[in-house]
């Protein structure tokens, strides 16, 4: 096997790996209406923390295949169409592009030249910005096909779905800069190399 097709067979399998930890995270859940509360943003954030921005993106996509697909991937062990296109399947479509977006960021911090203090305040702000965007876009995203689908206001869908989760989420961002930091250190020879 060449060193590029080991490298793509690495990716891809480090891909479906993440995939598959964004399935079993999505299942840790407290159940509230309309929308319960799950570590799946969690498990977003560490896929872009961890995989580069095109890889981080399919495993989010490969993950909401297969919940459309049908296979109880989705929180409360749900899957099927019907999921992304009910009230709450904006804040679902929205994973691929939050991943994405993190992972950008993480890669854009990376590329900092700078020195030593300014690197490292880098390394932590850039990300950090970049997950706060992409909840963000989640949010907007989510609030907006809530609203359609439900046909509530905006202000209605962004009390019920939004505000009483934002603390939470914050916290989760907190959480994925730290567990981020030292998994990309851990890791760094597996994940990033090649």
Known sequence: MTKSKHITTKKL????MFTAIICVMSQIVIPIQPIPFTLSLLAIFLTGAL????YAFLATLAYLLLGAFGLPVFAGL???????TGMTGGYIVAYPIMAFI???SYQMSSKVKAT?????????????IGMVFSL?????????????????????ALSVCVIPFVAFDLIKIILS???GAVLRRATRHI????
Not at 13 to 16: F, G, H, N, S, Y
Not at 51 to 54: A, D, G, M, S, W
Not at 136 to 156: D, K, R
């Open 51 to 54: 995989l580069e921005p095109k």
């Open 102 to 104: 993190t992972s950008l």
């Open 191 to 194: 994940l990033i190399a090649g």
């Open 78 to 84: 749900k899957g099927g169409i019907h999921v992304l």
């Open 177 to 179: 800069i730290v567990l």
């Open 116 to 128: 030593s203090p300014i690197k490292n305040i880098s390394l932590i702000a850039i990300p950090t």
């Open 136 to 156: 963000f876009v989640c949010y907007l995203i989510g609030t907006l096909w809530f609203s359609h689908v439900s046909e509530s206001t905006f202000t209605y």
């Open 13 to 16: 399998v480090l891909t479906a």
